[in-house]
């Protein structure tokens, strides 16, 4: 079983939509959950960063937590083109291992 | 310069050669990370300097050779390469905290080995 599973779509949505996406991990351990964005011919940035469970917004950014069900997802609402990016999830317990999941590929149609 | 930058972004190599990937953090981090990207799988970690130590080698083959002369600049060193590593070669930089590090990546660079 893989430490983080991620969908990897791809994912397509018309514009304005709201989009979830989704990771479930196996290590109870993990603490420290982010969200990274990586656009066509670039590196991935950091979106949202978390700490245990929980809501976090940020805009039209929504990450939430489940450490009960070992889930995490992050929310785009009012979904924009410019949105359309690979989404990675990660997660860590320990300053230097950071666990990706495989990505999710989604694109906003205009 | 901002962020982080790598060199070159694209390298095609046949299995004899010898190259070399650079990083360089403009963001007075303390850490460097080289990682492994290949089509819809996780990114692999692949080595980690802190300090300018290495700290972190998860099993890479002994033909991706790093070195970190200083706290800004990172390289890896490639020979007689195999067709597949080719991937994507990210380079992130962090400043160790309590807590999880907060990773800046450069754009990568694309490695086609021929």
């Known amino acids: 079983q893989k430490e983080v599973e991620q969908d990897p779509g791809p994912l397509s949505v018309p514009e304005g939509a709201i989009v979830s996406l989704n990771c479930t991990y196996s290590n109870s351990a993990f603490q420290y959950f982010m969200w990274y964005r990586q656009y066509s011919r670039k590196g991935p940035e950091l979106l949202m960063y978390?700490?245990?469970?929980g809501n976090k917004e940020d805009g039209r950014f929504t990450a939430q937590v489940d450490k009960s069900s070992k889930y995490i997802s992050l929310f785009i609402r009012d979904s924009q083109p410019s949105d359309s990016a690979t989404y990675l999830c990660a997660m860590t317990f320990s300053a230097s291992k950071i666990i990706f999941g495989s990505g999710t590929r989604l694109s906003i149609r205009p | 310069e901002t962020g982080v930058t790598q060199t070159p972004r694209h390298l095609v190599m046949g299995m004899t050669n010898k190259k070399s990937l650079k990083c360089e953090q403009h963001?007075?981090?303390?850490?460097m990370y080289w990682y492994k990207q290949s089509a819809k799988k996780p990114l692999e970690l692949m080595f980690v300097y802190s300090l300018e130590e290495r700290v972190e080698n998860n099993s890479v083959p002994s033909r991706f050779s790093p070195e970190c002369p200083n706290s800004s600049h990172l390289f890896l060193h490639l020979h007689t390469l195999q067709p597949e590593d080719s991937a994507l070669y990210l380079c992130a930089s962090s400043q160790t905290s309590p807590g999880a590090n907060v990773l800046t990546f450069g754009a990568g660079s694309r490695l086609t080995v021929l």
């Open positions: 963001l007075g981090h303390n850490a």
């Open positions: 978390t700490y245990s469970s």
